[in-house]
């Protein structure tokens, strides 16, 4: 159940508790491709549209732009122990030497002394300088106990105060919670209208494991385009909110915090208007019903993943991932 705060603006913010105790801002801003603009985004999310919440990683190639935009926020009178700050740990860095110095690094690129939020990014260890798609070696085996013992020790020595995953399956998360002494607190996702991955966030929920939702409105190139949804479109226009809000609001009523990402100052602020309004429940459940997406190689209409991470993971010729459906544990 989501929990309202206050910003210093006075905008009303929900938030959801986590199993540490701490709480995650029901949205945040997301970074991903956000380039050298992401400096001014942060900036602009933290100083005029109230976000205390930034998604980053160190595969995004911006955490030394959004520390800057960070600090100029601290600067300007935000308190660090108001912010929310996420990073994840890449694929290169799946074995547990390497897990503490790429927080370090992580956390020299953010000028930050510590996390919120660390997430494994995706659960396949990639040799270093691996292509995409991989070349036969590219994807090697993960010591998934070891790298969870040292995204502990993380927690303990107060580097990072939540730990969790990314992009896992019921297999790895039943896995991991059987050997985690601490819990992972937060499961990100990809889910919008066109993604629900219902399985999964059920079964995070029995487990009291948060959600967060990427790519909340259907991600960027490539992805599928759910502004322009004609069922969106029309909640929106009924509701008179933008069809942005309408699917972030969708996200958040399903219980997950949500972090879609925009450069557009505009945009990064009428995302965030999502708070003292609610989606109607037939409008909440016309969202879930979207039409599917068809599926010319199934001849059938199907939910469907943006980022199966076929190009960064699959070899068809020379495994461990032969197929997408390798990657996601035949569970889709
Ligand atoms: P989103 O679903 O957030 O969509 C972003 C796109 O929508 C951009 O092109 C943006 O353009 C546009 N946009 C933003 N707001 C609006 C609006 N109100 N109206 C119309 N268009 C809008 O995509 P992402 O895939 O980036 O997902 C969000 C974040 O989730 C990422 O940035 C990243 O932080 C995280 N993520 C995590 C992953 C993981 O593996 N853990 C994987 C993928 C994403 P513009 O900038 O011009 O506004
Ligand atoms: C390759 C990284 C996908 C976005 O998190």
């Not at 070696?137 to 502990?152: A, I, S, T």
């Not at 990809?190 to 399985?199: A, I, L, Q, S, V």
């Not at 059920?202 to 190139?221: D, F």
Request: with cysteine; proline share 5%.
């Amino acid at each position: 159940m989501a929990q309202a705060t206050f910003t210093a603006e006075d905008q009303k913010i929900e938030s959801f508790r986590l199993l540490s105790g701490h709480t995650i801002p029901a949205i945040g801003l997301g970074t991903w491709r956000s380039g050298s603009q992401a400096d001014n985004s942060v900036k602009i999310a933290l100083l005029e549209g109230g976000y205390r919440h930034i998604d980053t990683a160190w595969e995004y190639g911006v955490q030394e732009s959004v520390g800057h935009g960070v600090k100029a926020a601290i600067h300007a009178g935000v308190e660090r122990r108001d912010l929310f700050i996420t990073s994840k740990l890449w694929c290169t860095e799946l074995s547990p030497e390497r897990v503490r110095p790429a927080l370090l690094n992580t956390l020299q690129q953010l000028q930050l002394e510590y996390l919120d939020l660390y997430l494994i990014h995706w659960p396949f260890r990639l040799a270093d300088g691996a292509s995409r798609p991989p070349k036969p070696g590219d994807v090697q085996e993960m010591d998934m106990e070891g790298v969870w013992r040292e995204m502990e020790g993380l927690v303990k020595d107060k580097l990072v105060r939540d730990i969790g995953v990314c992009n896992f399956t019921l297999k790895k998360m039943n896995k991991l919670l059987g050997f985690a002494e601490t819990m992972p607190s937060v499961c990100q996702m990809e889910m919008h209208p066109g993604w629900r991955n219902d399985k999964m966030l059920e079964a995070c929920k029995q487990n009291g494991i948060h959600v967060t939702a990427y790519s909340p409105l259907g991600s960027q190139e490539g992805g599928r385009d759910l502004i322009h949804d004609e069922t969106v479109d029309r909640i929106a226009k009924k509701l008179n909110k933008t069809p942005g809000q309408v699917l972030v609001k969708w996200a958040i009523q399903r219980g997950t915090s949500v972090v879609p990402k925009s450069n557009n100052p505009d945009r990064i602020k009428e995302n965030i208007k999502v708070f003292g309004w609610e989606l109607p429940q037939e409008d909440f459940q016309a969202l879930c019903n979207i039409p599917d997406q068809f599926c010319f190689v199934a001849f059938f209409f199907l939910q469907k993943r943006v980022l199966h991470g076929e190009q960064l993971f699959v070899n068809k010729n020379a495994g461990p991932l032969r197929s997408v459906a390798d990657v996601w544990d035949h569970e889709d």
